[in-house]
Every structure is written in C-alpha cells, then in structure tokens.
C-alpha cells in the first residue's frame, strides 16, 4: 500500500532520523510512504485571520497534489496545518473560494483529501493488534509516559483524531510495541513551544513540570509525536532526568529496523 507523504522541513533538517526511523518503519508493515515531490513548508503554525491566505497556500497545494488518496503526516505541527487547512477548504466556502481564485486548479480544490498522521495509521489502517503481531523487540519493563502537547489533538473538530481531553492514542502505541503506559496530569500540557525564543525561563518551567509529572508517576521515559516538544523537553529541562524519544525511535527499535 502507497500513501502520499509530507514529512516538513524540521524531518528533512535537524530531524533526519525521526523520518528515517517512520519511513522504514512503515515499509516494514507493508506500506510505503511516497514523499510528495514539490512539496513547501506548512507555515509552521495555522493563522486564526480568515482573511490570510498567504501562509495556508502552500499546504493546500500538498493537498491538491494528494486528491487522489490519502496524505499522511509525521510532524504534529506539520499535521495541525495542513489538516486545519483542508477543514477550512472544505467548510469555509468563501476562504476555499479565494484559495482556489488565487490557485488557479484545474479542477478547484474543496477538501477532498483525507489527511492522517502517521499514528492514525497505526491505529486506523495497520490496527495496534497487527502492529503487535509484528514487533520483534518488544519493550518489555519499559515504563512509558506518552506526551501529548498542545497540537496534535487540538482544535478537535477540526483534526478528530482522538479525545482532547483523554486521548489513548500513544498509550495503545506503547502497549502495541510491548511496554506500559504510564498516565500523568501534565500529558495534555503545553512544553513552552515557541516561547523558549522569548521567554526561556518560562518555556524551561513548562518543560520541565511536563518531566516532573512523568516522573512522579513512575515513568521510565517520555515518547513525544512533535518535534518542538521533544526539543524543548531535551533542551529546556535542566536538572531533570527522564529521556524523551520521538515515537518512531522506538517504533523502529521494536520492528528490529533502527540502524
């Protein structure tokens, strides 16, 4: 099975490893992900001003050139874009009319795209069932904090991807790859995000109350699905202990594919 792909640029940058680790990772589980070829970054963040059309641009042509199938992402920044786009495309008629007047499609683009993040797939096309059923390494005795931040669930409507409020996707991954789920009050917090720009000392509080809470409850280490929060929960953490690993890291470790 072939899915269209858009890995963004912190995954074809400072992160190669993270979209090595999923790419292989989904090639052993049957499925191949094919990087779209004129791909452009997402914007980094989706604007609120419904008249801004300058910055979503981008993303939307990565969905026109998916139309004719299924768009997957890996970054939850990248993923909160593109899919808060493509809910714009498809139920704001005015904002979806000048994208596709400024555009200039072939044929006008109105949401036809299904977007999923790579952890949908897991769930939704693999199943966590068959993914256990091919992990090779299992991660036996490793206590797992799942960290959620702020933008891979939110604004729900608009990415319905899980719970909001008590999400299980990341538990059911790190039970499906052989370890224990371990659940904690700041799992749905914000880790400082872009704040660790202007405002280190607060994004280093926010950070490291996310490891404290983890901590506290007996996790091993943390598993993040967004690039930012694992760096700021690396970087802007000091004096705290846990390792904090993007999800694919381990994945690959447990399908026996991690170089």
Known sequence: MVYHYYPGCTLKTKAKDLDRYGRKSMEALGITLSELENWQCCG???????????????????????????????????????????????NDAEFAQKVNNYSKFDVPYNGETKVMHYLEVLRDEVGFENLAKAVKNPLKGKKIAAYYGC?????????????????????????????????????????????????????????????????????????????????????NAPGHQLPVYYFTELLAEALGVKD
């Open 151 to 235: 933008l891979l669930l939110r604004p729900s409507k608009a990415l319905q991807m899980d719970n909001p409020e008590n999400p299980t996707i990341l538990e059911d991954f790190i039970k499906a790859i052989g370890a224990t789920p371990v659940l904690y009050p700041y799992r749905n917090e914000c880790c400082g995000g872009y704040m660790a720009t202007e405002d280190p000392a607060s994004a280093a509080k926010k950070s490291g109350n996310v490891m404290d809470s983890a901590a506290e409850m007996g996790a091993d280490m943390i598993i993040t699905a967004c690039p930012l929060c694992l760096y700021n929960l690396n970087k």
């Open 44 to 90: 980094g963040a989706f604007t609120m001003a419904k008249d801004e059309i300058a910055t979503k641009l981008s993303s939307v042509r990565a969905l026109n050139d998916s139309r004719d199938g299924v768009l997957v992402t890996l970054c939850s920044a990248c993923h909160n874009v593109i899919k808060q786009t493509n809910y714009a495309m498809a």
